[in-house]
């Protein structure tokens, strides 16, 4: 059981920066963005040809290619959204289908699936330079790219750029008034969350040893079942716990799969609809919490009205 757990709390360190990304489209902006599926894919696609290219610092390179095509790629989702006024949600399925093909196009030119076996990750390149165990090597590594990218995000949402970017969240009429550009700052802020999605499949390749074009498939599911979690776990609400929870989340959620795979609770192939179940019962939480409420207030005031 012990292998499990270190396995999903390596797998979620792995998908920690596709969490934060949503939770940067989801929690902040206030829109699901389903370019999600295609960006990921698209960090594992140019992590894998990178590697294999035989480049000094491929590993990291590759991560930092990631990072930028990520970025692209959550313009041209913005794009959509603000210059050809596409509905957020149909805008992130254009753009998450296009990248399909782009993503094929990239790897050998329609190859589904490449192998990295035997090049050098940023992980075995670790190993090799600490001497620790492959475990400790995949768990230090990707903590410290959590750690780090998560940084440079709280910073930047401290920035007068980065609170305009919340504020055209909670009230995209009042940041207009102001004079800012709330398609500058929905650009950005898509760019950004997109750009940790595909750190994150660039960080996935390395850690897997290959890239599948298929592998991104229902991601933002998991994504937003993560993002539930982590807000659960972590209940002091403020921007830098808010990003601290999306990794949270991320691990959460995989020892939570590990450990219902591991007592049979479900087969494998269940693991979307879970993710489906887990968001369900979220979501409806809050709504039934008002309801209640509200039923309790009435019936309060039924019983102070019959008493006077």
């Not at 990291?60 to 794009?79: D, E, I, M, P």
């Not at 289908?97 to 940023?122: A, H, W």
């Not at 599948?212 to 982590?230: L, Q, R, W």
Request: proline share 3%.
């Amino acid at each position: 059981m012990t292998n499990q757990i270190l396995g999903a709390v390596e797998l979620g360190l792995v998908y920690g920066l596709m969490v934060l990304g949503v939770y940067i489209t989801f929690r902040i902006l206030k829109i699901p963005d389903l370019t999600v599926d295609g960006s990921i894919t698209l960090g594992m696609a140019i992590s894998a040809m990178l590697i294999n290219s035989g480049l000094p610092f491929a590993p990291l390179l590759a991560l930092l290619a990631a990072l930028a095509a990520g970025a692209l790629a959550g313009s041209v989702t913005a794009f959509f959204q603000t210059k050809v006024k596409i509905p957020p949600i149909l805008a992130g399925i254009m753009t998450m289908s296009g990248l399909y093909s782009i993503n094929l196009l990239i790897m050998n030119n329609g190859t589904p699936n490449i192998s990295i076996l035997g090049s050098p990750t940023l992980f075995s390149q670790f190993q090799q330079l600490t001497g620790v165990s492959k475990h400790a090597a995949m768990i230090t590594v990707s903590f410290i790219i959590c750690l780090v990218i998560v940084a440079l995000v709280e910073f930047f949402f401290t920035t007068h750029t980065g609170l305009c970017i919340c504020a055209t969240g909670d009230n995209e009429d009042m940041v207009r008034a102001t004079s800012v550009s709330t398609t500058k700052m929905k650009w950005l802020a898509l760019a950004l969350a997109n750009a940790c999605v595909a750190a994150s499949g660039a960080v996935y390749t390395q850690y897997m040893g290959y890239a599948d074009v298929t592998a991104g498939s229902g991601t933002i599911v998991v994504g937003f079942a993560s993002v539930i979690i982590g807000e659960t776990l972590c209940v002091k609400r403020n921007l830098a716990v808010g990003f601290v929870s999306a990794i949270v989340g991320s691990v959460a959620y995989r020892i939570i799969i590990a450990i219902a795979i591991k007592t049979n609770l479900f087969p494998t192939y269940f693991l979307k609809f879970v993710s489906v179940l887990i968001i369900a019962v979220a979501l409806a939480v809050g709504p039934a919490k008002s309801a209640w409420t509200e039923y309790r207030n009435k019936a309060r005031r039924i019983r102070e009205n019959a008493q006077t």
